[in-house]
């Protein structure tokens, strides 16, 4: 089952270039990678082990602000704590994060896909 997981890990994996992303690390957007912050989910457009640009936020917060709640994988029953800096949020509800406390066993599955 793992290895399956770690396959289709490997198989997301993109290497794109937004001219607005300043994160230097291999970014993927499979598979879907959630996070839920006050009760509401969020899909992530992409995802590193830096940080993720995630759809939707629409929360009352600026720039250096502290953001948590759950993360998880789509169709995966965990969902594990987490903690983020809010880095900017973009017309239309874009907004970039990077990891304070990301969840050991997520920073892992991520990490093993970059091997």
Do not use: C, K
């Amino acid at each position: 089952m793992l290895g399956r997981f770690l396959a289709t890990l490997r198989e997301g994996l993109e290497s794109h270039r937004d001219p607005h992303e300043r994160r230097g690390q291999a970014r993927s957007a499979r598979p879907a990678l959630m996070l839920e912050i006050d009760g509401y989910e969020h899909m992530a457009r992409d995802w590193s082990l830096s940080g993720t640009a995630i759809l939707g936020f629409s929360a009352d917060a600026e720039p250096g602000q502290i953001v948590s709640g759950r993360l998880f994988w789509r169709n995966d029953a965990r969902r594990l704590p987490f903690a983020a800096e809010l880095l900017r949020v973009e017309p239309g509800g874009l907004a970039a994060l990077r990891w304070l406390d990301l969840p050991l066993a997520i920073h892992q599955e991520m990490e093993a896909a970059f091997d």
